[in-house]
């Protein structure tokens, strides 16, 4: 005999995601989004604070617009938005990921959405795992300063500047990556050897991108988007670990991600690396709208 699992512990409506007074605010059971406030600090190498950004990123969203011009409309309201309680993730990385895998495995065998909030990019190596299982040919489209290519680093084989090359442990996976602009000459190596699974997208070229070169891997696939916060050029994103230089703008990554969207079907996916400044809310925002456009790209039309 099967043994239902749990109920979620949801957050109430004045603490979930987005404006506490929406309309679906107190229904979190109906909501086809869900998200997963999980803020991980383990393996952190330089700047920390990433296991503030999960309350930061619900605190900020309360001051988000709710209409979309982009959509033409609330988007939330076609799908719904839920928000479980804050996780306090497992001393343990190892211990953690398998934490928040078990979440994510739920969330994805309820015929939801999960969108997980970091926490260090670490995470991705549990939240990815349901998907690899439920996914035999997902692509991950990756925005990142960093290409996260190592196999370890500092000791730790499922550090934060591992996180891709964890995900390329599942052999059907394939990595997009957008963005970087910060490597090693390992990585490099590995990407050199591994072209079949990975494309990097530099931030150098970026003012020679072709949108539709940067998407045709991603079309007619399953894909699970890994937005690291510090894609973003540091002087817009300096809540972070590593705020790098010449890094994107919003709506740069905004529009690499409507064309994903367009062309693959995003499936789950997670907004990472956010630690928080005191008083410098203007951080915290951004990744709250992030958070809401991913959730919209994937799960809401167009008019």
């Known amino acids: 005999m099967t043994v239902p699992a749990p109920d979620f512990d949801y957050l109430p409506g004045a603490e979930s995601f987005l404006d506490p007074e929406r309309e679906d605010c107190n229904q979190p059971t109906a909501a086809r989004a869900?998200?997963?406030?999980?803020?991980?600090?383990?393996?952190?190498?330089?700047?920390?604070?990433?296991?503030?950004?999960?309350?930061?990123?619900?605190?900020?969203?309360?001051?988000?617009?709710?209409?979309?011009?982009?959509?033409?409309?609330?988007?939330?309201?076609?799908?719904?938005?839920?928000?479980?309680?804050?996780?306090?993730?497992?001393?343990?990385?190892?211990?953690?990921?398998?934490?928040?895998?078990?979440?994510?495995?739920?969330?994805?065998?309820?015929?939801?959405?999960?969108?997980?909030?970091?926490?260090?990019?670490?995470?991705?190596?549990?939240?990815?795992?349901?998907?690899?299982?439920?996914?035999p040919d997902?692509?991950?489209?990756?925005?990142?300063?960093?290409?996260?290519?190592?196999?370890?680093?500092?000791?730790?084989?499922?550090?934060?500047?591992?996180?891709?090359?964890?995900?390329?442990?599942?052999?059907?996976?394939?990595?997009?990556?957008?963005?970087?602009?910060?490597i090693s000459a390992g990585e490099v190596a590995y990407y050199d050897a591994n072209q079949d699974r990975v494309t990097i997208h530099?931030?150098?070229?970026?003012?020679?991108w072709v949108l539709s070169e940067i998407v045709r891997p991603l079309s007619g696939h399953p894909m699970y988007v890994t937005f690291d916060v510090d894609v973003f050029d540091g002087s817009m994103m300096p809540a972070t670990g590593t705020p790098t230089p010449g890094g994107l703008d919003f709506w740069q990554a905004m529009i690499i991600l409507r064309a994903a969207g367009e062309v693959g079907t995003i499936v789950g996916g997670d907004v990472v690396e956010l630690a928080p400044i005191a008083g410098l809310h203007a951080c915290d925002y951004l990744a709250a709208q992030v958070a809401y456009k991913l959730m919209s790209t994937a799960l809401a039309e167009r008019r």
């Open 202 to 208: 530099y931030a150098k070229d970026q003012a020679n």
């Open 34 to 135: 869900v998200v997963i406030p999980f803020g991980l600090e383990a393996s952190v190498s330089y700047g920390g604070g990433t296991a503030k950004g999960p309350e930061a990123i619900l605190k900020a969203s309360h001051q988000l617009e709710l209409y979309d011009e982009e959509f033409g409309t609330e988007p939330y309201l076609q799908y719904g938005i839920a928000a479980l309680r804050p996780l306090t993730p497992k001393a343990r990385l190892e211990d953690a990921l398998d934490q928040l895998s078990g979440v994510v495995g739920r969330v994805l065998d309820q015929k939801k959405f999960p969108l997980v909030l970091g926490g260090e990019h670490s995470l991705t190596a549990g939240a990815i795992r349901p998907f690899a299982a439920a996914y």
């Open 138 to 182: 997902l692509v991950v489209l990756q925005f990142d300063a960093h290409a996260d290519l190592r196999d370890g680093y500092l000791g730790e084989h499922f550090s934060h500047a591992s996180a891709m090359r964890r995900a390329l442990d599942f052999p059907g996976i394939r990595v997009v990556s957008v963005g970087v602009r910060a």
